[in-house]
């Protein structure tokens, strides 16, 4: 049975950083690309990033060099690191499956199979 678990969320002040965790059962998760989306209240769901099978990332320009996506095949987990955290980052994030990769992955969610359940970061001071 495939499934996504996402862990690391919590409450960090402006400024502050916190790595999110995305594990994978029931499949290999180093043959598959791996993204990670958010969604605040009243807004809708927004990319985040991406990494495929063999590393190549991709980034919603809201997050480029602050946020960094990588992943450990040996643990069957993709992380994401979050660096100067915004108020405006606060949101539900999931992580989600795809079986390909390609340029324009960030704007279709819905070409993802899989979803996790969603870890909350609150950024308030």
């Known amino acids: 049975q495939v499934q996504l678990v996402e862990s690391g969320g919590g409450l960090v002040q402006p400024g502050g950083s916190l790595r999110l965790s995305c594990a994978a059962s029931g499949f290999t998760l180093g043959s598959n690309t791996i993204g990670w989306f958010r969604q605040a209240p009243g807004k809708e769901r927004e990319a985040v990033s991406c990494i495929s099978d063999n590393g190549s990332t991709m980034y919603a320009d809201s997050v480029k060099g602050r946020f960094t996506i990588s992943r450990d095949n040996a643990k069957n987990t993709v992380y994401l690191q979050m660096n100067s955290l915004k108020p405006e980052d606060t949101a539900v994030y999931y992580c989600?499956?795809?079986?390909?990769?390609?340029?324009?992955?960030?704007?279709?969610?819905?070409?993802?199979?899989?979803w996790g359940r969603g870890t909350q970061v609150t950024v308030s001071s």
């Open positions: 989600a499956r795809h079986l390909g990769w390609a340029y324009y992955l960030l704007s279709r969610p819905y070409e993802f199979d899989y």
